[in-house]
């Protein structure tokens, strides 16, 4: 396949039929499939830190878009779809990270994807909030709970809301994310959730973890800047997640955040872990999460056996 030349049919045309029939094909060659997957060929360059060329957003959502029109095409049953490369809780790499626009879908699409994604299981969803050139029509925050609400029986999401190629995102328009999945989204078969990458407000978070404190298991909070509240409330909050066995923190900030967390070790390019384990410490996760409080609280490190604090590599 000859990349320039596909680069240029997908952004050159108005829409990308080829690759539609294409999908649609291969798609139903295969009845049986049950995971999608799009994500990056490679690590973004530096260069786009600041952000993405046009052309290149351009491409990713029309991939984007063109993959979900031959989902409905094929009438596949996923049980799930990744806009990541795999990984079980370290931070999403090589993301199509799109803009918000490029997940705006006209009503009949969503009704169309929700057949397709009626039994989906797990959903990976990256996007670029730091996109300096989006589009942003009146509405536009609610479009990510639009697409995720699509898949009402989720068992695992993960939500990356940022590039951040150094970092948590600089972006504040993850928070309005966040507040507009707070109020609308409900799913009421949700285990785990993984969020990174992503600045918001303390009360947003907390009403999206009360909405599905009766069935979460496992949460993964990976480079998060927490504003307006502080880290101890959100810890008072998991202890209402009755079912919570796992809870693994990495790089938050934000008032009250735990002080060994906010370590990088750039010399040797490691950060802090902590990870509460119910089954595997033996301790109840409420009795852990109220020594993880008073450190909090007393902005010390953690101390008890019970709670692991470890390094790993930062990719």
């Known amino acids: 396949m000859d990349e320039a030349a596909t680069y240029n049919y997908i952004t050159g045309s108005d829409y990308p039929q080829r690759l539609y029939n294409g999908l649609v094909q291969a798609l139903r060659g295969f009845p049986n499939l049950k995971l999608v997957r799009i994500r990056a060929k490679s690590s973004e360059p530096l260069a786009w830190r600041l952000n993405m060329p046009d052309d290149d ?14 989902i409905i095409g094929s009438e596949v049953n996923l049980e799930e ?12 790499q090589k993301g199509v990270y799109l803009s918000c626009s490029g997940f705006k ?55 990356s809301l940022g590039r951040g190629l150094f970092g948590v995102s600089e972006s504040h328009y993850g928070a309005a994310i966040i507040r507009s999945l707070s109020t609308s989204c409900r799913l009421g078969e949700l285990e785990q959730f993984r969020l990174h990458k992503v600045v918001l407000h303390g009360d947003d ?21 927490l504003q307006f509240g502080d880290w101890s409330s959100m810890w008072k909050v998991l202890r209402e997640c009755e079912r919570l066995k796992i809870l693994r923190l990495s790089e938050l900030n934000g008032e009250k955040s735990p002080i060994i967390l906010r370590r990088r070790h750039e010399y040797i390019m490691k950060r802090s872990v902590i990870k509460l384990n119910a089954e595997k410490n033996k301790r109840s996760m409420s009795n852990m ?27």
């Open 57 to 70: 957003q351009l491409f990713r959502t029309r991939c984007f878009q063109t993959l979900l029109d031959a």
């Open 105 to 159: 879908l006209p009503p009949q699409k969503l009704q169309s994807l929700q057949s397709c994604f009626s039994h989906l299981q797990s959903l990976t969803v990256s996007v670029d909030t730091d996109s300096r050139t989006d589009k942003r029509t009146p509405g536009w925050e609610h479009t990510i709970a639009d697409f995720i609400t699509t898949a009402p029986k989720l068992r695992k999401l993960t939500l």
């Open 205 to 225: 978070l907390a009403t999206l973890i009360r909405a599905h404190s009766a069935s979460l298991q496992k949460l993964v909070f990976s480079e998060i800047h």
């Open 81 to 92: 779809f990744a806009m990541t490369k795999a990984g079980p809780n370290a931070t999403p």
């Open 289 to 315: 999460l109220d020594d993880l409080i008073v450190a909090c609280d007393a902005q010390t490190e953690p101390t008890s056996h019970s709670i692991n604090v470890y390094l790993e590599d930062v990719r």
